[in-house]
């Protein structure tokens, strides 16, 4: 079937855009993995544990009540699909699996909000069970009322880091202690540009002064030096430039900031371009969400990390452009203030980069014996002898040569890593060690589903748009 | 349901890796090594959480709902 408007992703950003299109009087299609609307941001716990929005959101509660509130509101006027996993993009039409049967869907406009997960980089140690991404530890307390522990470290840098943090200490755990990769100055240096949101600032504080007033042993600078313990972990070592020391833990709980999930847009033929800024290749995507291919709108953390609430302004933003390019009126008041909203967002973020620090010197700290690659424990070291022998100057030439990359998580969480390692290894720059390209399946696809794709009459004129087309509906 | 074999009790609105990581420390194995896992990411990014059943199929533990009756092996040797 063809949909003349079709969101991937139902978080801040994929709600917002469904929003506007409904209120422009179209009845878009919205594609959610996720069991349930939300996404990771606002995410709601399964239907049978019943759990107060104060307790789930926290000082986030009025926001994230409004917003899901308001897309129930819609819910009849959106053909919304949730267990739908988009995992390939042909043009001008994507390949879906739902309740493991085949769909395919075409599509007019494709606004992508695919949201973001931890950026990682691993240490020696960190596959041992007990150790999870901040976003995970998060994700145990908002989605299972759960927590890991009882003695928990978080490490790393970035706002989440945190609020984590503050949130299990709300909970009873013992937190241990807080190891930022950030420096101390950072924060002062980040100052001016968060002053252009002074309330999500006043938030920041409120957790690093509870974290303090409870006694949490705050080190910056920490560099993650090797978890112990054979079936979990059972201490983590770290290291800065004044001290450093072996905790006893339970659980750890680290990450870098967020990386965006941009495999669709990189199928969808969008082009990428290096940011400076963060380090990172990020789609090309204009103030309005118009990516550099016609029909397709990139929204939210998945083109670029800004946070939940530009991901709202954003959204519904690159559903006004989708509106507009498809010749519907739309509201030229409402793009300008979503235009200045954007750009405040823009700055409050430029300072956030300061505080998101990655370990100095992380590729020449790490250790050959380093698992890189969870799905196929591929290791810091066997990459180093891939470089050296075989001369690989481009992140996609090690991955053919290495497998990483190749895995399970196609990427997501080796990324950042193996292209440290790469610049590290021969003294090329991030931008020259170039950016793992998408491929599908972008998540595991059982082969019985795919299978069944290939039996139905749809699967052989797929190449043939004028064939394909006919079989639409 | 059963986790290696083993009869026990999950809460409705469990996940399998909440079911799973409730009672033990290991969730699954890593393919290579054999080394305990227990899900890292939580969110449906990571795929280090995929958990083999008795009856072949395999579920993301992270993302997939515990059903009465259902026989989850972790991988351990007994």
């Known amino acids: ?29 919205v594609l959610d993995e996720a069991a349930r609307f939300g996404g990771q941001i606002y995410r709601q716990p399964p239907t049978a544990l019943h759990r107060p929005a104060r307790d789930l959101y926290g000082l986030e509660a009025r926001k994230a009540t409004g917003l899901l509130s308001r897309f129930a509101e819609m819910l009849p006027h959106i053909d919304y699909r949730p267990d739908t996993l988009v995992w390939q993009h042909d043009p ?20 992508l909000a695919t949201g973001a997960t931890d950026r990682v980089l691993p240490f020696p140690g960190w596959t041992l069970p007990g150790i999870t991404t901040l ?82 042993p705050i080190h910056h600078g920490a560099r993650l030096v090797r978890a112990h313990g054979s079936d979990r972990v059972s201490a983590l070592e770290w290291r800065n430039a004044s ?9 750890v709980g680290f990450g870098y900031g967020l990386r965006p999930e941009t495999q669709l847009a990189d199928l969808a033929g969008c082009q990428f371009a290096f940011d400076a800024n963060t380090q990172t290749w990020l789609p090309e995507v204009d103030p309005t969400g118009r990516s550099s291919v016609r029909g397709v709108y990139l929204a939210g953390d998945g083109a670029g990390i800004l946070g939940a609430d530009a991901a709202e302004v954003r959204g519904a933003r690159a559903a006004l ?59 810091a070291g066997e990459l180093r002898v891939c470089v050296q022998d075989s ?56 082969v019985a589903v795919l299978g069944r794709l290939a039996q139905t009459p749809s699967a052989a004129p797929l190449d043939d748009p004028e064939a394909a087309g006919a079989l639409d509906d | 349901m059963t986790i290696d074999g083993r009869p026990c009790n999950a809460l409705e609105g469990d996940t399998v890796l909440t079911a799973i990581l409730t009672q033990g420390t290991r969730l699954c194995s890593a393919d290579a090594t054999g080394a305990p896992r227990a899900g890292f990411c939580l969110m449906g990014a990571c795929q280090d959480c995929w958990v083999m059943m008795a009856d072949g199929r395999r579920v993301r533990a992270c993302t997939t709902l515990v059903q009465p009756d259902m026989e989850l092996l972790t991988g351990a040797t007994p």
């Open chain 1, 321 to 379: 452009a989708a509106l507009e390019d498809m010749g519907r009126p739309c509201s030229q008041p409402l793009a300008r203030r979503l235009d200045d909203q954007l750009k405040v967002h823009q700055r409050f973020r430029d300072g956030m980069e300061a505080l998101t620090a990655t370990p100095a010197n992380w590729a020449a700290d790490t250790p050959d014996d380093t698992v890189v690659c969870r799905c196929e424990e591929i290791t």
């Open chain 1, 391 to 446: 001369g690989a100057r481009e992140v996609n030439r090690l991955k053919a040569l290495s497998r990483i990359g190749m895995g399970r998580c196609q990427g997501r969480m080796c990324a950042p890593a193996a292209t440290r390692l790469l610049a590290g290894a021969t003294g090329c720059t991030l931008e020259e060690a170039g950016r793992l390209r998408g491929q599908a399946p972008i998540k595991p696809v059982p």
């Open chain 1, 1 to 29: 079937m063809t949909a003349s408007y079709v969101v991937v992703g139902a978080g801040p950003a994929g709600m917002r855009a469904a929003e506007q299109l409904v209120l422009a009087g179209v009845r878009p299609v």
């Open chain 1, 92 to 111: 001008g039409s994507l390949q879906l699996i739902h309740q493991a049967q085949p769909g395919e869907l075409g599509y007019d406009a494709l606004i």
């Open chain 1, 243 to 251: 001290s450093g020391g072996t905790i006893d833990c339970d659980a």
């Open chain 1, 135 to 216: 976003g995970g530890a998060q994700v145990a307390l908002k989605f299972q009322a759960c927590t890991f522990g009882p003695r928990v470290v978080f490490a790393g840098s970035g706002p989440l880091l945190y609020l984590v943090a503050y949130q299990y200490l709300c909970q009873g755990v013992k937190v241990v202690a807080i190891l930022d990769a950030a420096d101390r100055s950072a924060a002062w240096q980040a100052l001016p540009a968060m002053a252009a949101r002074p309330a999500m600032l006043a938030k920041g504080a409120w957790y690093v002064a509870r974290l303090r007033a409870a006694g949490v």
